[in-house]
């Protein structure tokens, strides 16, 4: 049974529903979340629900962590969406989906390490980092300028790491190396007898590898197979623009893929 890796929808429905039709369009019907359910988008309750029904599991991110207590070093938009997206949930007129979404942020996890169905060996999942699974990013261009970090990182994996964060799809592998998806053949990462590997999953709402189509991961047995979905941007960078809380720019950037 192959697994589908969804991370960082960041309140956009729009791209999660695509992303969940795709999904299912291909028969896989396990799904995992990497966390940064919430934040910057214009739909954090609509998400959260969608979230709790279609996936395994979620860790916690981030922006879930900021909403829950306090975004901090945030940048200002970034803080703004977080305290806006803190009175979506505090303004739901009933009680029992107001706790009920509130609980199951408070539930998510920051590390999850499990052998998937049909799987040969146990997969490791965090946001962030395995040093620090909410805030630490792993760069691609880390493997140049910060190659001891990578190292360090990767010494914390048994074989395979499933990250988001960034919003920037790739693999990194212990040489250290990164190969974004275009640099993969069909854009699949064929897991090899003795290397370690941390495959960042990109971002369902808010890529940045500008290719403005939402990310996703299928993890199979031998191979994690990445996607691109495009979806409907327009309708969620109009929704964000219509909230004065939120920044345009962050309507802005989807088109780019930034």
Same mark, same amino acid.
């Given at each position: ?11 956009? /429905?729009?791209?999660?529903? =695509?992303?969940?039709?795709?999904? /299912?369009?291909?028969?896989? =019907? ?37 909403? *829950? ?13 977080? @305290? ?29 390490? +499990? ?29 140049? =300028? ?7 990182? *990767? +010494?914390?994996?048994?074989? *395979?790491?499933?990250?988001?964060? =960034? ?48 990310? @996703? ?20 960078? +109009? ?15 989807? @088109? +780019?893929?930034?």
């Amino acid at each position: 049974m192959p697994t589908a890796v969804i991370s960082d929808v960041h309140g956009n /429905a729009a791209a999660l529903k =695509t992303v969940l039709a795709d999904i /299912a369009s291909r028969g896989v =019907t396990r799904i995992i979340s990497l966390g940064d359910i919430v934040g910057y988008g214009p739909d954090p309750l609509e998400c959260v629900d969608l979230i709790r029904e279609k996936c395994q599991w979620s860790l916690m991110g981030n922006h879930d962590f900021g909403v *829950l207590y306090e975004p901090t070093n945030f940048n200002a938009p970034a803080e703004a969406a977080a @305290y806006w997206t803190r009175e979506q949930f505090d303004a739901e007129p009933d009680d029992a989906k107001r706790k009920s979404r509130y609980d199951f942020l408070d539930r998510l996890r920051v590390r999850v390490v +499990e052998t998937p169905p049909d799987g040969t060996f146990p997969v490791m999942a965090v946001h962030g980092s395995p040093r620090r699974p909410i805030n630490e990013y792993i760069f691609g261009d880390d493997v140049v =300028t910060a190659p001891d970090k990578v190292t360090t990182i *990767l +010494e914390r994996v048994q074989k *395979l790491c499933l990250v988001g964060h =960034t919003h920037v799809p790739g693999v990194f592998t212990d040489e250290p190396d990164f190969y974004p998806p275009p640099e993969l053949t069909g854009g699949v990462y064929g897991f090899v007898e003795g290397e370690k590997a941390i495959v960042n999953v990109g971002s369902v709402g808010q890529p940045r590898d500008l290719d403005p189509r939402a990310s @996703y991961v299928i993890l199979h047995p031998d191979k994690a197979e990445f996607i691109r979905v495009a979806y409907d941007i327009a309708a969620t960078a +109009e929704k964000i623009k219509a909230i004065p809380q939120l920044s345009d720019w962050l309507g802005d950037r989807l @088109y +780019e893929g930034r």
